[in-house]
């Protein structure tokens, strides 16, 4: 394996290159945007929450079964803002109460 | 304290995200919290409620170092239920910063398309600093 100055792998010629596969179509792809799906393969890609195959995380909805992406902050702004809530109610009444 | 207490569960995660042929070398558990800026409002409204905003906002993240790319696992659970992946090919790598401290590692990754920050605890799982400072080493050229 070519090496190089801070010691990591160079980009080897294309007789001796591995095989990538596109991480959405499994296609083999020999550059950067996959010549089957068309689909750049180095982008952030996330798991579908419905059928779990690979998408593009700038993409909303998944290609294969249409599920639309939720983002977790979803649940997590609301809960947040009703734990300060909670929060001070409870110290509001312990204050009154004593 | 630590998230992991089997080195080997984190690495089989990468299992399904690896080439043909591709070998795991080094991974580390690590995590990104929200900016100081967010962290230091929420614990002076509310202690309690503060700590639980920055643990729901805290993201965790394994990342792995093969032969042939850097890969960042982004999970959720016990069970490490990925939400994103995100790999640098080590050939074109952009450019980053790694440092390792008292207790930490960070590995900072300046691409503008796909960003990455995340610091990784000695006691993350065990082997988490060793496996830390040698990608830091290999990611920055350093020797170990």
Redesign the interface.
């Known amino acids: 394996?070519n090496l190089?100055?801070?010691?990591?792998?160079?980009?080897q010629p294309a007789t001796h290159q591995?095989?990538?596969?596109c991480?959405f179509c499994a296609a083999p792809a020999h550059a950067k945007f996959c010549g089957s799906c068309g689909r750049d393969t180095?982008?952030?890609?996330?798991?579908c929450q419905k059928c779990r195959r690979?998408m593009p995380?700038n993409e909303p909805a998944c290609r294969h079964c249409g599920a639309t992406y939720k983002s977790?902050m979803r649940w997590?702004v609301p809960?947040?803002i009703f734990?300060?809530l909670?929060?001070?109610v409870v110290?509001f009444i312990i204050a009154v109460v004593s | 304290m630590a998230r992991f207490s089997d080195p080997n569960v984190p690495a089989t995660a990468f299992t399904p995200?690896l080439?043909?042929?591709?070998q795991l070398r080094h991974w580390a558990y690590g995590v990104k919290q929200p900016s100081m800026l967010l962290i230091l409002p929420l614990y002076l409204?509310?202690i309690?409620?503060g700590a639980?905003?920055v643990a729901?906002?805290t993201k965790e993240y394994i990342v792995g170092l093969t032969?042939?790319r850097f890969i960042v696992l982004r999970f959720?659970g016990k069970n490490i239920d990925?939400?994103?992946?995100?790999?640098y090919?080590?050939?074109?790598?952009p450019p980053l910063k790694a440092s390792t401290g008292a207790l930490f590692t960070h590995i900072k990754i300046n691409d503008p398309?796909?960003p990455f920050v995340a610091k990784f605890h000695r006691l993350g799982m065990p082997g988490n600093r060793e496996h830390g400072m040698a990608m830091e080493a290999?990611?920055?050229?350093k020797t170990a």
Request: net charge neutral; no cysteine; aromatic share 4%.
């Open positions: 394996m190089d100055e801070r010691g990591l792998p160079t980009a591995a095989v990538r596969l991480p180095t982008a952030p890609r996330r798991p690979m995380s977790d997590k809960l947040i734990l300060f909670l929060a001070f110290s | 995200y080439e043909p042929g591709e409204l509310a309690l409620p639980i905003a729901l906002l032969d042939r959720k990925v939400q994103e992946v995100i790999d090919p080590l050939n074109s790598l398309a796909k290999a990611l920055t050229g």
